[in-house]
């Protein structure tokens, strides 16, 4: 037998070998070797498919970041005013560690008919530590200065100045709103004081009410001269202490410091009347 294929034999055993070719990838198929063309189609729309719950999620969460921020800039208790000022420095022109000022309640601002003491009190309070008019203040002096007022005011102003931090601003705000209805508080303090009348009992008593009558109305910015104020006060004690209102009349000068009355006609503390 010749050792040479003939070339029938030659087509068969190609033929043999794609079959065995074929019959492997088959096999590799099915035991997991290689995956088919489809399956790579599959596999590239699960991917999508997690790229895009990945998305979602990733928009829930930066939307959910966006709610949470915006609730705690909701609920954050620091609003600062409208016109706050705005404080880069330590440094103060006045002396607010030495302020003694410390109203009782009775005392704050409750309204037009208290302004002008008041501002004399807040005036006095910050002459005590150093403020002299023209002084210019850092901004730390005026939120110094608006803290000392909103301490010492009732509920009424403290509305008016409510979007304010500079206690100069809080100041003129308050000045301008008062002074609307000075003439009217103006005129009631003067009628105070025209009806006033000593009825024969303690001198001292009856001073110190006319002095703070003559405050009151000179509070709203209203002028009293010193010869009407002697006019008024004699005309309040002419009836029960004649002495006093002779003295009055005879004062040199037709002058008399209200704040000095019981200097100036000579009472003494124990004084009960007059004849």
Known sequence: MSGKLS???????????????????L????????????????????????NVRRKNVNNESSSSAKRSEQSDSDDD???????????????MNL??????????????????????????DVMFALQSIGYVKGIKLTNLDKANFGSMIRRSVTDNPR??????SSGLDMMKLLNKTYRQ?????AENFFNDLIELAYDGGNAIDFVTKF?????????????????????????????????WHYEASHTSNQTMVVGRTDQQFHLQPQSQGFS
């Open 181 to 185: 209805s000075g003439t009217i508080q």
């Open 211 to 243: 002095r703070v009558c003559v405050r009151d109305f000179k509070s709203t910015g209203q002028e009293l001269a010193d010869n009407i104020t002697i006019l008024i006060f004699k005309r309040a004690v002419e009836k029960r202490a004649h002495r």
């Open 27 to 50: 096999v590799a198929r099915i035991s997991g070797k290689t995956r088919p063309s489809n399956y790579k189609m599959d596999e590239s729309r699960s991917n999508r498919k997690s």
């Open 159 to 164: 509305r008016i100045i409510e979007d304010l």
């Open 95 to 120: 002396r607010w560690d030495q302020l003694q000022w410390k109203p009782h309640k009775d005392h704050f601002l409750r309204g037009s008919q208290d302004w002008g003491v008041y501002k004399n």
């Open 7 to 25: 070339k029938a034999d030659c087509d068969i055993i190609a033929q043999q070998k794609d079959n065995n070719l074929e019959s492997g990838q």
């Open 77 to 91: 208790w620091w609003s600062p005013p409208q016109r706050t000022l705005q404080v880069t420095t330590a440094e």
